[in-house]
Antibody
Framework: QVQLVQSGAEVKKPGASVKVSCKAS????????IHWVRQAPGQGLEWMGI???????????DYARKFQGRVTMTADTSTSTVYLELNNLKSDDTAVYYC????????????WGQGTLVTVSS | AVQLTQSPSSLSASVGDRVTITCRAS??????LAWYQQKPGKAPNLLIY???TLQSGVPTRFSGSGSGTDFTLTISSLQPEDCATYFC????????FGPGTKVEIK
């Protein structure tokens, strides 16, 4: 069965960086895009970007304009893992970060990770 | 850029009631709309895509309709386990989510 398993919760200080992992299993890793979506406490869902793990376009990425220059999404095909790195953290980056599998190259999401809480606090 | 609104923002209904949630796009998005259910502390779960296609494994009491700018999610007979927040999401371009509708049991 398809599973996306994310790394554990993180606590960071303002200005620091965080790297969250998402390990995929149960399907062909290189055949599906992975997106990152975040949700601040009590708030809605915010799309951050996409990474294509395919070997054809190595680590093809596209980021939401809001995060460009501060975010990096990468994929490791040897471990079927994608990573989200967010730099220069601010308090309003406190959120649950989800990885989600793209359904059929359509930019909607058929499987989600369990979420990783990132808390930014001095 | 496209904006999505949902109404109502919350509702309370009885078990067995028919519940309808509306999602409106600020410009036409054809049928590029999905609906998700999210329970507290959990990741969202895909219910509907392409505005009206039921995702495999989702109960048939859930249905979706609409195209262009106006969309609805209907729960034909509300069950206790349907207590959740429901989000629409457009995928005619970069993904964008609606603000959500919280459904409670009366």
């Amino acid at each position: 069965q398809v599973q996306l398993v994310q790394s554990g919760a993180e606590v960071k200080k303002p200005g620091a960086s965080v790297k969250v992992s998402c390990k995929a299993s149960g399907y062909s890793f290189t055949n599906f895009y992975i997106h990152w979506v975040r949700q601040a406490p009590g708030q809605g869902l915010e799309w951050m970007g996409i990474v294509n793990p395919s070997g054809y376009y190595t680590d093809y990425t596209d980021y939401a304009r809001k995060f460009q220059g501060r975010v990096t999404m990468t994929a490791d095909t040897s471990t079927s893992t994608v990573y989200l790195e967010l730099n220069n953290l601010k308090s309003d980056d406190t959120a649950v970060y989800y990885c989600a599998r793209d359904a059929d190259f359509r930019y909607y999401f058929d499987y989600w990770g369990q979420g990783t809480l990132v808390t930014v606090s001095s | 850029a496209v904006q999505l609104t949902q109404s109502p923002s919350s509702l309370s209904a009885s078990v067995g009631d028919r519940v309808t949630i509306t999602c409106r796009a600020s410009q036409g998005i054809s049928s590029a709309l999905a609906w998700y259910q999210q329970k507290p502390g959990k990741a969202p779960n895909l219910l509907i895509y392409d505005a009206s296609t039921l995702q495999s494994g989702v109960p048939t009491r859930f249905s979706g309709s609409g195209s262009g700018t106006d969309f609805t999610l209907t729960i034909s007979s509300l069950q206790p386990e349907d207590c959740a927040t429901y989000f629409c999401q457009q995928f005619n371009g970069y993904p964008l989510f609606g603000p959500g509708t919280k459904v409670e049991i009366k």
